[in-house]
Every structure is written in C-alpha cells, then in structure tokens.
C-alpha cells in the first residue's frame, strides 16, 4: 500500500502542476473497422486509387481494384471522411464510430468533374508494411497506450505470436514465433537498428514513447528488409509530423506498485504557417526509475533500472512545381540505460551455480531499494538519421535515408577485476546505413488490372572495438542488397513476388598478447532469396492470404568467434568458425472474417530452417578467476517451427465483448531428432471487456465519460518439448547436458483493465489503471534466463495518466 501510496501521489504532484489549455479525447479500444467502395456516378464502375481521408486521424486509406478500401483500428468517434479522385468532384461524409463496430459505409459514387485536384497526401502511405502482403499485425491506440511504461519486448507480448526472452524482470527483447536476436530486424523510424543484440540479455535500445504504432510482420521479410529477417521485422513507427500550424504536445505519466516505478515522457512540437510553411519539428524525451522487483515472497535484490532517452526531429515538406511534393527530415535520438543484474544469479563456482539452482528461494532476501550497484549494464545508443523524398503522380516516389548509429556496450560483474571505475566488458559498435528506394507509379493494364512495386538498394558498414576482457574480437563487416518487388492487383486477387540478392563481408581481428602480433580472419557470404504471396477476397468480410517465401544469415562475430566469460549471462561462450549461412523457407496462410458482431483472425506458419544456430548449454565447465562457470557452445541443426496464430473477437451485447487470443508453437530438432532449447511454451489469453459509457469523447456535463473495464486470464503451458535434462560426473564435476534444470509447471494469470477520461480541475484526462499477476501468484517463466534462481515478479499494479496538450495556435 505504501507503493502504491507514493505512486499516486508523484502522478498527483506531476499532474497538479501542469499549465496550458488542455485537450483530451477519450482512450477507448481503438478495433473499430470501416469497410466501404468507392465508384463513378457516370459509370457504376469501381475507381481504383480513389482515397478517403479521415480529417480528425489524418489518415487515410487507398481504393484496391474493386473501388473496396478498408481502415482498421479506428477510435470511437465522429468523424468527417473525405473521398477524392483526380476528375472527380469531392464528396464528404460524416460518420459515427461506436466501441468494437465494424462498419460497412454505403457506396459512395464521386460526380465526374474536369476539374484537376490537388494531391491528396495519405498518411497511410508512410507505414512500409503496408505496402507488403504478409502477415503483419499493430499495437495501436487504447492498446498501445495500456502498454506504457513497458520495454519493447513487454510491449509486443500482447500480441499474438509474439514473446520475450527475459534477463531478470529488466530485459526483455522480443520473439516472433520462436526466433530472436539476429534474425529479428527492427526498424526504429525508418532506419534499421543495429546494436549489440546477439545476447539474451541484450535488449533492443528504443524509446516505446517514441511510437504512435508498433508494427510487426510475422514469417520471413527479407526481400524488403535485408538478409537478417527471418524471423520477422518490428516497425516502431512515430505519428506524423503536424502540419496544422500552432504549438502542441503530450505528457504521459506512468506508476506503478511493483519495483516503485515513476516514468514521465513528454513531447513537444510545431508546424509553422505563412514564410515557413511547410516546415515542424518535435522534441520527445523520457526518464524511467524503477527499484527492486518483488516477488510474491520476496524482493530480487540489485534488479533496479534506470532510463533516460531524448529525441528530436525537424521536417520540411512543400509542393514542387511537377505536381507533386518533396521533403526532407533529421532525426536524432539518445537511448541511456543503466539495468541492475540480480545478485542471486551471480555465482563464484559450479558448485555456487548448482546450490542457486537447488535452492526454492535466493540466500540473500533484502527490502525495497532503488539502489543499483554491481553487477549492472551501461548501454548507451545514439541514431542520427537524414531522410529525404520527392513524389509525383508521374514519377512514383524516390527516398533516400542515411544515418549513423553508435552503441556503447559496459558490462560490470559482480566483482571487479579490473579498475574500480573500469567494466569487465567494452564493447562499441559504429554503424552507418544507407537506402534508396523507388516506388513507381502505379500502371494500368487494358484487362483492368494494376501493376504497383518498387526496387531499392540497402547498404551497411559496421566496426567494433573491444577493450578489456575478452568475449568477441574486433570486426569490420560490410553489407550491400539489391531487391525489387512488384505487385499485381485484379478484381478481387492481388498477387506479389519479390527477388533480392546480397552480400556479406566480415573481417576479424585478433591479438597475440604474448608476441603482441595481430592476426584477421576474412569471410564473405551472398545469396539470393525470393517470395510470392497472394491474396483473394471473397467479400469485404472475408479473406484468404498465402506467402511462400526464403531468406538467409550470416553467421555473425559471435556466433564465430566467442570465446569468454559473458558476465550478464554468467556463461561461458564459445563460438564456432566453421558454422554455414542459416537457410530459411518459410511458409504462411492467414484468413481473416471481419463481420457485425464477430471478428476472427488465423494464421498457419511453417519456418524450415537449415544450420539453424543456437547456443548450446551442454559443454564442460570453464575455471576462470572468479570460479568454474557452465560453458555454452553455439552449434548448429536443421530445424523447423511449426505453429497457430488465432485472434477472435465477438461481441456478446452491445457494450460486452469476448475476446480471445492463443499462439501455439512446435519446433524440432531434425538433426539430432530432438527439442530445442528455450523455445517459447504455448499460451491462450482470454478476456471480457465491458463498455460502462459508449460516448467516446467527454462532455461539459460529465466529469467521467468513456468508462470500460476488463479482466483477462493468461494460460502458459509449461513447455514438455525440451531436450532431456541429464547429469554426469567428469573429473570430479557435475555436468548437465539438455539444460541446467527442467521446465517450470504452467501457470494462469489473472489481469484487468480501468480506463476513463475524467474532467479534473475543468481539464480532462485519460487515465488507464492495469493489473497484473492479481492474485499475486509465484511462478517461473521458461523464456527468462534467471528462472533458475527465483521467481517471476508477484502482483503490480500501474496507472497511467495521458494529457495531450495545446499550448499556442499560430494565426
């Protein structure tokens, strides 16, 4: 209760001081669907390429073959859409949005006109997935906002198919049906993220405050993204920049009762009218404290964090004299993070190690703390980004983006070896990345047909040092990809295929301490891959999409050549020189229903994947200074991943709605006719929500409007798939092979929801309450690495206040 007290109370003190005029509108799910077509009034005929504009969103949707367009996760509301068409006169509609509909608006038929339009700039032209045909689901809206104060990988967890691989309550980094680390590429605004990721405990360094979407494409997504996606790619997508002139923001504040969290993030930002139209920019930045974690029993002593993250970013955008516009934007972002290791999994010998893991509870059980001592991880992760653009209705759209990304890696172990001030562990990597993409103009065919791609060029250059012990060597690696996609669109099929060749360089450096000599080794790989997928629709409810696909990995400097004691993983780890590109065929079917009352969503995967590589945890124990350590050995396996992605929703009554979401996954092990290891158990998420108030916005009269609440319980199996965990003795040692200890048991968690605008001080505010773990039940997670030495954190309740904020108008 005392956490709870002093939660509160820091979001009272933050929200009681706050000035301005203050806007709000009601956070309520944002699942709403609007289905409609778009025709000619002369001809009855569908125009393809016509646009809707929503003007509250500014977003908007594009008209396929059959004059169909459809925007999902709408917001209740009142909204005004705009339908346009070069030769047609514009027409207007008004629409109201209430929670969970899905509507299908009547035809609208546009009126001929010789008059030429001016160019319609759809927002949603800015999302990249959406001009894929994979199988790609959002975190967005209501949703997205009961996620924050979340890392990235906590966040995706809501989604279907998605997981983390956890370090302790503190790092967590996501999975996308079963795969991890390198063969998950990210996309932090538009430029792929490239930091020290191969490790499980090396979580991705964004800011989810940064985004207004998170994007993710399941099933391999090279051909677009590059020769590392084979699992899938994460889009952290910011909104737009305004261009209504005037001074705005938003302010979010989030508490929470476990580990005494207090996150504040705020953003500011402008677009200038008259001389400077055209031009905005926005400043974000984001500070996190959290204290120990708490189990049901006890707290996790050290697993304190801290975060501090800037971001800025300046946009110009005016029409040029062609028709159409250009634009170029700069982006610069800091992430710093400071993470707290569990001391309990900090160990001095194999008999230490094997003592922790015996043992029902950790030795040392200490009270609340915010400090954070050793063992801990500094991370630091600068991007500077330039981005530019010019786009006609003649030329198609032409982008280039290049940036520079630094990350600092300082690993700190439980004990110093070195200097007092100095890490264990140094790592930083230097990255600069360069894309230029075409897309052309659409083309039209005699048969009623539409041709739509693009081609582009990716390119990469990395260089790492070292200092301190020794985990990976120094490396150079240089990469370059050539890709073109094209895409097909008739009546109610839409067919697209996609080739891409690349190719990988890699030097690494070695130092002979005792004739001081340095050495290198040299690899270089190429391949090329491909992918054809489809979609049929039946009706604007139903349909059909299929995609068959390959992509391919290097093995990384880690995977090669490791070779030391990697203190945040207390391991030993070993690489292999002699390990092959990982080869992946991927296959994936999904149908969608989209209908008044239930909503249905399933997809089919199957991932076959050759000289799939994996840390192994079946070697001999290593003697290094600070004791005997479990060694792991990166091997390499064919192997497939199999599984069932389901989302369903229906609507129960009006204001009651069930829904459903469960990820079943298989993965074997075909060369040693085996389980793999740390593979994600399957799981089903099932929830009801009820909606106490359907008025999406408040009102003068009301000081509480939008009010909903839900409960949901989470059932994780426990994972039976695994290699079997034997021991032996060896020179007078233990050795465990398979693993260090069995699956935990399953486990159920229940959860809820609270959300509401409330009208406080004659402001409003939209509050969202969660909880989790309610029952406050003691459990262990299969996919955290510490699960060997205590349990997952117990109850924790967060509150989270939104305030978007109007602070000046230009007139």
Known sequence: MNQAKRVIGLVGVVLGILTGQIKSYAQTPCVARLTGQIIAQDTH?????????VRELATGAVADTTGYFRLASVCPGHYTLDYQFVGYREATVSVTVGVDSSIVLAPVQLIPDNQ???????????????????????????????????????????LPGLYSIQTGPSISKPVIHGLYSNRIITLNNGVRQEDQQWGTEHAPQIDPFLASQLTVIKGAASIRYGSDAIGGVILVEPRAMPTKPGLGGELNVVGGTNGGQGTVSGLVEQAFDKKLSGLSWRLQGTIKRVGYAKTPNYYLENSSYHENNFSGTLNYTRPISSGGTAGAEIFYSRFGTKVGLFTGAQVG??????????????????????????????????????RGFIRSSRWGTLTATIARQQNVRQEYDFLSFSRVTSPELYLKLVSQTADLIWEHPSIKIASGGEFSGSVGFNGITQGNVRRFLFLIPNYRNYGAGLFAIERYAHDRWTVEGGLRYDYRWLRAFFLDESTNVTTNQTRDWSNVTGSLGATYQFSPKLTLSANLSTAWRAPNVSDLYSDGLHQSAVAYERGNPNLKPEQAYTTNLAVEYVGKRFYADLTFYSNWIDNYIYLKPDSVPIVRQRGAFPAYSYSQVRATFRGIDATFRYKLADRLTLLSKTSILFAYDHTNHDYLVYIPPNRTDNGLRYELNNDPAPSPRKRVSGLYVSVNGMYVAQQNRVPTVTQRQENGRIIFTGDFAPPPPAYTLLGAEFGFVWEFIGRPFDVILTGTNLLNRAYRDYLDRFRYFADEPGRNIMLKVKVPLTIAKNH
């Open 45 to 53: 005929e569908p125009l393809t390429g016509a646009t809707v504009y």
């Open 349 to 386: 010998s194999l008999a230490d190690f094997y003592a922790a893991i015996a043992r029902p509870e950790p030795l040392n059980q200490p009270g609340f703390s915010y400090d954070l001592g050793r063992p801990y991880q500094q991370v630091d992760h600068d991007l500077l980004k330039f």
């Open 116 to 158: 030429t339009l001016q160019e319609v700039v759809v927002t949603e032209h800015r999302s990249e997935a959406k001009q894929l045909l994979q199988v790609q689901t959002a975190l967005t809206g209501n949703e997205l906002d009961a996620t924050r104060g979340q890392s990235l990988g906590e966040s995706l967890k809501t």
